[in-house]
């Protein structure tokens, strides 16, 4: 089958690997319809990661079940079904809690958590932006649709990750209806969060980030956009909130966060969130950091080591979750929100691509280009549907 191969820093190219097949019997099969290029691939493609080369990427994955092994009871062939990223066996001490994101058993490394279709640290899953992907405990992971799962195909593929990442955001936050929230990373993480927060019947929702593009999708659905290469962002927040400051924050941005001028710090937006939210607000920070960084300029940056202003989230009482999304926590609901036309995640999907193009749009999505906000990637679309 064709797939998308890391062969090393920026260097991606979609070559023929061995078929993905059923390997136990509670594995499902999955043709994939649609996958998407995610800003967690990027950490990866940049090689600031510990992705090994020959590895498949893609972990935003959807499509049809062609086969099932001989223990799967629910999942027919034939479904059409999103696959949450992370993969996990729902028996374990953190799945019976519904810690989907820090599964033990599907986790190799006893001293870890979590597992993800092509994803570094987080197993040997290959990963979906291919033409088969290997769903482990199917009956578990997949997430079946209904009949509109083709015409919706670009909202219900964001229930893999990003969509749940959002609003998982903004449970950490607290989110409540009337609340203020302030989002740092209008990329589609952030977007979601504001989306998400929206849904949740938020007052206010202002977004900071400085591309112009990714600030008019956040103006699209009602929130407010903060440009933090024009103004400062945590006097902006406060005018908005009459010197009180939000009371929710969301991190959608992770541990490459820069300045305006593109120069690192892994605490800036930790740093605004707990300069700009109120005294006793919360903060839910979805955006990746990394235990180590050898990639990154600074000394504390390198040993995955982050200068926050920890005084002053003290001082004002605030709270923080971290962490990854447990995406079976909401996929179900969200599913039924997109279902019933009340949430539209694909408004921000930039381009849709043929698995060919995959290389060209890993450039494009990398440099923030202009209008490269979400791409998804059709490995049934052929090029020349592609070129008309
Ligand atoms: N926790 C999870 O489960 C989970 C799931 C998916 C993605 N993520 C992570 O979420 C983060 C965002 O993902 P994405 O796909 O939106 O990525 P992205 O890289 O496309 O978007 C990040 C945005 O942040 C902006 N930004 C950078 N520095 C900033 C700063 N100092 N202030 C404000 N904005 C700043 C960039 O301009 C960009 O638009 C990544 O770290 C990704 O790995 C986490
Ligand atoms: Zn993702
Ligand atoms: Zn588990």
Redesign the pocket.
Known sequence: MKAVVYHGPKDVAVTDVPDAEIERPTDVLVKITTTNI???D??MYEGRTSFEKGRTFGHENMGEVVEIGTGVEKIKVGDRVVLP?NISCGFCKNCERGLT?YCLTTQPDPSAAGAAYGFAEMGPYGGGQAELLRVPFGDHNALRLGEDAQDKENDYVMLS??F??GY??TEMAGVIPGDSVVI?????????AALSATIKGAAKVMV????PD?LALAEQIGAIAID?SKVD?VQAVLDETMGLGADRGCE?????????QGNE?PA??LN?LINSVRFTGGIG?????VPEDPGAKGELAKQGKAAIDFGTHWFKGQTMGN???P?KKYNRRLRDLIAADKAKPSWIVSHEISLDQAADAYRN?DS?SEGW??VVIKPGMSHEKEAN
């Open positions: 995610c800003g967690s990027l950490h990223f994101n990750d990003i749940p990442t998982h955001a740092a990373g209008a990329g589609p993480v952030g977007l979601m900071v980030d400085r591309h990714r933090d962002p959608c941005v992770g541990y490459q966060a820069h300045d305006p710090d800036a937006t605004m920070t979805v955006g990746v950091f962490g990854q999304c995406v999505f923030r906000t979400k």
